[in-house]
């Protein structure tokens, strides 16, 4: 039998080395009797190519974590490593340059800019970046091939939420960080913003994590991490990633 090149080898995810190694990962904020701990020893490993869902209740620590992870916010004690890097000891001009070439943000809020259109918004990035996808390559991946000439106020509330999923996956980022993107939307229009997330996780291979409350989108994931009180409680591998579609809605 000839030899299997390395790159065509698939490898279980435990195999692979991690885009993100997490350590008794902790941010205390405040001092004194005033002080608030919003994460308290948190350890993980995330993948490429994983799909990764944050469930919990408002406070758990889902938004302080994806902080730490997009390099928006330092810890106050433990390991926070980017592919080997730490992350946690950066300076402010390294993350900015980790925040714009390797990480890809989505909020509640689309943030476009209302007098450019799809297109522009999604333009203002990859003409920043060292590689990016074009404009126009990333809205087609996300369903907007014949809408990128549209301003904003002529888009609707899932339209301008794929506008800026286009727009954080054109710079073709190692990491996809999700806030809960769906949060704003009806049932109807979250699928459409979830499945434009879901195909750009599986054609580009970037990890993707997802901040929700709603427990219903776990089964999309590969590994489901449910935070409480600042520390993760659970750990939930899914056998098989479920689609969008299939989610019970």
């Known amino acids: 039998m000839p030899p299997v090149e390395p790159s ?47 469930l919990g209740a408002s406070g ?14 330092s810890p106050t004690r433990g390991t926070l490593l980017y592919r080997g890097w730490n992350l946690g000891a950066a300076d402010e001009a390294d993350l900015t340059r980790f925040r714009r070439d390797a990480v890809g943000f989505v909020f509640q809020a689309y943030n476009l800019i ?37 301003f904003p106020a002529q888009l609707s509330g899932g339209e301008q939420q794929r506008v800026a999923i286009a727009r954080a996956i054109a710079k073709r980022p190692a990491v996809l960080l999700c806030d809960e993107p ?36 776990a089964d999309m994931a590969d590994r489901v991490f449910t935070l409480s009180d600042g520390r993760i409680v659970n750990e939930r591998t899914n056998a098989r990633r479920g689609s969008v579609s299939e989610l019970a809605w």
């Open 8 to 54: 065509s080898l698939v490898l279980p995810a435990v195999e692979r080395e991690p885009v993100f190694q997490v350590r008794d990962l902790a941010r205390i904020y405040g001092e004194g009797t005033a002080a608030v701990t919003a994460l308290r020893g948190v350890d993980l490993d995330l993948f490429p190519g994983e799909l990764i869902v944050l």
């Open 60 to 73: 758990s620590g889902k938004s302080t974590l994806l902080n730490q992870l997009g390099g928006l916010d």
């Open 114 to 150: 209302p007098s450019l259109t799809a297109r522009e918004n999604v333009a203002l990035i990859t003409e920043i970046c060292r590689d990016p996808m074009a404009p126009e390559e990333a809205l087609t991946l996300v369903g907007l091939g014949e809408r990128m000439d549209h």
């Open 182 to 217: 769906t949060g704003a939307l009806d049932v109807r229009t979250g699928i459409t913003v979830l499945e434009a997330i879901e195909r750009s996780n599986r054609e580009l291979g970037t990890l993707a994590v997802i901040i929700t409350h709603n427990a219903i989108l």
